[in-house]
């Protein structure tokens, strides 16, 4: 497993933008997936994207694609989340997941084995 810690998070007014950086520790870090997730309160945690080991492949949720993109530099054991065109429904807590799983599908929520402790995202309207 790796250790993930997020960071980015913050208050900004709808339109804006924000990049969410996700530090991973350990020397596997390039041969995991990494995922992105949001919860917002009073709702079950859903997918909004995720990244192959060598960033060749990308899957977004339809309520973000065009607006999200997800990258990642495996040099520094980091993955991001750039989010423009903020809505107030994108306001939720969001969490960055390793999965050792790959392939050309996207990955169900439950294989992803390693979690950070999310980092809050606030969109004022």
């Known amino acids: 497993q790796v250790q993930l810690v997020e960071s980015g998070g913050g208050l900004v007014q709808a339109g804006g933008s924000l990049r969410l950086s996700c530090a991973a520790s350990g020397r596997t870090f390039s041969t995991y997936t990494m995922g992105w997730f949001r919860q917002a309160p009073g709702k079950e945690r859903e997918f909004v994207a995720h990244?192959?080991?060598?960033?060749?492949?990308?899957y977004y949720a339809s309520s973000v694609k065009g607006r999200f993109t997800i990258s990642r530099d495996n040099a520094k054991n980091t993955v991001y989340l750039q989010m423009n065109s903020l809505k107030p429904e994108d306001t939720a807590r969001y969490y960055c997941?390793?999965?050792?799983?790959?392939?050309?599908?996207?990955?169900?929520?439950?294989?992803?084995?390693?979690w950070g402790q999310g980092t809050q995202v606030t969109v004022s309207s």
């Open positions: 990244i192959s080991y060598s960033g060749s492949t990308r």
């Open positions: 997941a390793a999965s050792s799983r790959s392939g050309r599908v996207v990955i169900p929520m439950s294989d992803f084995e390693s």
